[in-house]
């Protein structure tokens, strides 16, 4: 060999590396901003949400959630699954991005006009006349939604995710001050409204200006034709994912009223603390990492580090909405929401469940089976739906019982949907969980007791003693019995999976979308 070529080598290898663990520290970076922002709309959510709730009561809330079940239904149909698509391509040149940009924006007007000409009848299947301006004005949010495809594309494909929690924190903090202002003032419905309005507006000016693309005139559909695949079952399995959290809420305003539509909102509502604090950042972190691996091994390891971390974070999270439900409304809600307390306990397990099978639709997605994913979620919305059906016949508390029972039946099929492409065994899935199961039992005991002793106390006091010493029992429990093995994870985390050398910063490997059904898309390294 010429020795000459061996400084090249090095210094190439050096850069490789070099580049590997700036990718990795800015994928945590980004992932522990997203974090940030959650926790941030979720401190501004603390503040608002008491506040609106006793402004303006159930039933304008429970009309809102119902316009916003079918805008944001459509809101998923608005970019046709093509930005998720155009995420996994690394050679992503401005005519492709322009026709994706077209295509989608005519999606979204499509969608904001289908609104506005079923706004009347769905005013009229409701009873409620206030619902047809009110679906007219919020249209425009699916224009916006859809001729963000492509940023939001270049913003994941680069994983800048600090992008995203900066412009949450933004748009959040903007958006809420004026739905706050608007509601004290009078306004009613419209300063939630208003408030939906300027969230997507200065979300749409912040991503546009940051990703700085700027569309061409060309729409070539021969470009688009190899990300159809991936896009159709990637938006249907979105869909279906949306249709069996927002069909319950339409279900229970069709048979119990609006009040009883908003309580169940409502409970949803509390419960996506989880979500925002918890899921979304892990599962998009997730997603992005499984996309950028070859190796079987790391992408597995990976998961199941997620995995573990995840359910550290949701089931005492969970679990302390079901045993502190009462106090929980009673301290933020008020009086006017009194109902809603068992239906937020009933709502939890079911709750609980959809974070984690969110999780596997994540990894599902990064490993290419789009099509996997649809059927979950669609079988997901379907007995969630059926079971809410059921239940609501019964009272608002039972329809939620039968969402979250509904969920449950599908348990099995998401394990083993997770075991397979990742060649894990069900008992190492399961075991996953041990440490947080054990410390929630802890914690569990600990908030028991505590509600025995304080039941003289006003709701305030309990909840924040029952907040206190659960916290507090939890984080003692789960050091001891896991300590070492959530450093290894946090460790794991850190390093992210290993992808292929690339030739710039943003360009990531590409799975080919014939690989949907592939059993073996990550090959195993040598």
Known sequence: MDNRSQPHSAQSTTSKADLRAGISGRVVFGTVLLSTASITKLALQCVLIP??????????????????????????????????ALTREHHADRE????????????????????????????????????FPVLLALAPILVVSSSLSVANARIIRRQRFEIFAAGDVVCAILSAAAGLALALYGLGIWSLVVQQLIFWATKGVWLTCVAGFHPAFALHMRLARPLLRFSANNLAANVAEFAGRSAPVLIVGGILGV??????????????????????????ATFSAISATRDRHEAANFTMAALRILTLLLVPLFCGFALTADLLTHVVLGQRWIGTG???????????????????????????????????????????????????????????????????????????????????????????????????????????????????????????????????????AALAFGRNQIRRDIETLRRKPRTEPAPEPSAWPFMPTGLDEDPSPITTAA
Not at 259 to 283: C, G, I, K
Not at 373 to 386: P, W
């Open 342 to 476: 068992p239906a937020l306990a009933a709502l939890a397990p079911g709750a609980l469940l959809l974070c984690l099978y969110r999780f596997v639709a994540a990894v599902l997605l990064g490993t290419g089976r789009s099509s996997r994913t649809f059927k979950l979620t669609l079988m997901t919305g379907v007995t969630t739906a059926a079971g809410t059906v059921i239940g609501a016949h019964f009272g608002v508390t039972w329809a939620v019982a039968g969402f979250s029972l509904g969920a449950c039946v599908l348990a099995p099929l998401y394990l083993w949907s997770l075991v397979r492409p990742m060649h894990l065994s069900i008992a190492c899935l399961v075991s996953s969980a041990r440490t947080s199961l054990i410390a929630t039992a802890g914690m569990a005991c600990a908030v028991l007791l505590i509600r025995g002793e304080t039941s003289q106390l006003d709701a305030i006091a309990q909840l924040l003693a029952c907040t206190s010493a659960g916290v507090l029992v939890f984080a003692i």
């Open 51 to 84: 506040v609106l709730a006793r402004v303006l009561g159930p039933g304008i809330f429970g009309e809102m959630s119902i316009a916003m079940s079918f805008v944001l239904l459509a809101n998923m149909l608005s970019d046709g699954g093509m930005g998720a």
């Open 96 to 131: 492709l991005e322009s026709t994706v940009y077209w295509l989608s924006t005519s999606i979204g007007i499509a969608l904001a006009l289908t609104i506005c000409f079923l706004a009347w009848p769905v005013a009229c299947l409701y009873g409620e006349r206030s619902l």
């Open 259 to 284: 009040s009883a539509a908003a309580r169940f909102a409502m409970a949803y509502q509390l419960t996506r603390v989880a979500d925002m604090v918890a899921s979304d950042p892990v599962n998009l």
